[in-house]
């Protein structure tokens, strides 16, 4: 079929193309709402562990007595941690971790609920150890008795997290864990279709999460509303950026036409922590400003608060740097990235699309 005859529809960034099925979870892009295995979001929120929702995510089953502390590191992972330079992104080192897990594990394919299980263990432990090490610190081992993201806060700052910012976390955890054929999740079901193993996967899909239009949003975030300082500046802050062609971190979405459901999980959770007050009323004050202004200059194109804008007053609100945002983005996205790995293995063919040929006509090489 050449250019002129060829009447197939393109779909720039395969929008709207279906391709694929699962039973993980379902994203109801026009009402706003999301499922896992089809419990609401809401409810895993508050009433689940992330432990309890991983190892949903993974067998299809809830398990209430699931539990899922961080795992040590081998010296081989460790290594690849002291090696990286000062100012090292923490999604390359997060990647280089996972490569070097997988270089001494080789995890054999089709991908397994145990090997998501340790592969999901040892990410908070590699990027609390990468942190520490990049200021001089010396790593710290996991604490067997702390579930995962209280493990994490442990081994990151030396001690035990309250009550409160251990809650906060493992409910951003379960509220990232999962969402569908995103471009992350998309990219390790890709390489695991080729029969590839589950680390290389996991690489792929901490590459695509890295990307500002992707995961690394809710950095941008907070230096969007440092740049905006208070609710005043806010109607001239973001006509200028969208004047200047800038998008606004935090808002628009592929799939969600609606109000992302876990952006408003993730404000309930910001309102109940301390510390956050000050925060909350500048974002909630700019997210107002934002959609009205967004809506005026795109009346035909809902464009709706996503995860990321309140991913910020969470995740600041427990103490993390905004730089690792992205990276621990990528920790609690194990669950759903390695649930999608096993299902991709499961009922496997080798994804590979079609593509029209645009570019020049066959001709002979020039004499
Ligand atoms: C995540 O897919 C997933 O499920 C992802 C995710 C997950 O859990 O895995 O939900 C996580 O990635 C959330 C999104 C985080 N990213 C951001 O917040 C970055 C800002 N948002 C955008 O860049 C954008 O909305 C995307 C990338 C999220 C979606 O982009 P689309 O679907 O490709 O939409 P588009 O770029 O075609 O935009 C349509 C129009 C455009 O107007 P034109 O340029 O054609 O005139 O809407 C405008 C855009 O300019 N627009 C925005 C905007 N998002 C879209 N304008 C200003 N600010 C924005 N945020």
């Known amino acids: 079929m050449d250019q002129k005859t060829d009447d197939r529809t393109l779909s720039p960034g395969l929008e709207g193309v279906l391709a694929g099925e699962t039973a993980i979870a379902k994203v109801d892009g026009l009402n706003g709402k999301l499922t896992y295995r089809g419990y609401p979001i809401g409810d895993l929120v508050r009433h689940g562990t992330y432990a309890q929702v991983a190892d949903l995510l993974w067998t299809g089953e809830w398990a209430p007595s699931a539990d899922l502390p961080c795992a040590p590191l081998t010296d081989g992972v460790i290594k690849s941690l002291r090696a990286l330079p000062p100012g090292t992104n923490a999604m390359d080192a997060l990647r280089g971790a996972v490569s070097a897990w997988g270089a001494a594990e080789r995890p054999t394919w089709p991908p397994t609920p145990e090997q998501a299980r340790a592969l999901t263990a040892i990410a908070p432990s590699s990027l609390a150890a990468f942190v520490r090490i990049q200021r001089g610190d010396e790593p710290i081992d996991p604490d067997p008795s702390l579930p995962l993201s209280a493990g994490f806060l442990y081994q990151l700052n030396g001690k035990r997290p309250d009550a409160a910012s251990a809650r906060a976390l493992d409910a951003y955890f379960i509220v990232a864990a999962e969402h569908g054929f995103n471009a992350s999740t998309f990219t390790a079901r890709v390489i695991t279709s080729t029969q590839s193993d ?46 200047r062609g800038d998008r606004l971190m935090g808002f628009g979405h592929r799939v969600y036409r609606a109000y992302d459901p876990r952006a408003a999980a993730l404000r309930e959770v910001a309102e109940g922590m301390a510390g956050t007050a000050e925060w909350l009323k500048l974002a909630v004050a700019v997210e107002d400003v934002a959609l009205r202004v967004l809506k005026e200059r795109h009346p035909e194109r809902p464009l709706q608060t996503n995860v990321e804008f309140y991913t910020a007053a969470v995740l600041q609100g427990v103490g993390l740097p905004p730089a690792i945002f992205p990276a621990t983005f990528a920790l609690a996205r194990h669950a759903g990235w390695t649930a999608h790995c096993i299902e991709q293995g499961q009922a496997n063919r080798l994804i590979r699309p079609d593509v029209r040929y645009v570019g020049p006509a066959e001709r002979a090489l020039p004499a």
């Open 198 to 243: 589950l680390a290389s996967a996991l690489c792929g899909a901490i590459g695509a999460l890295k990307g500002p239009l992707h995961g690394g949003a809710p950095s941008e975030v907070v230096s969007q509303l440092h740049e905006i300082g208070s609710p005043e500046r806010a109607e001239k802050w973001i006509n200028d950026a969208l004047d």
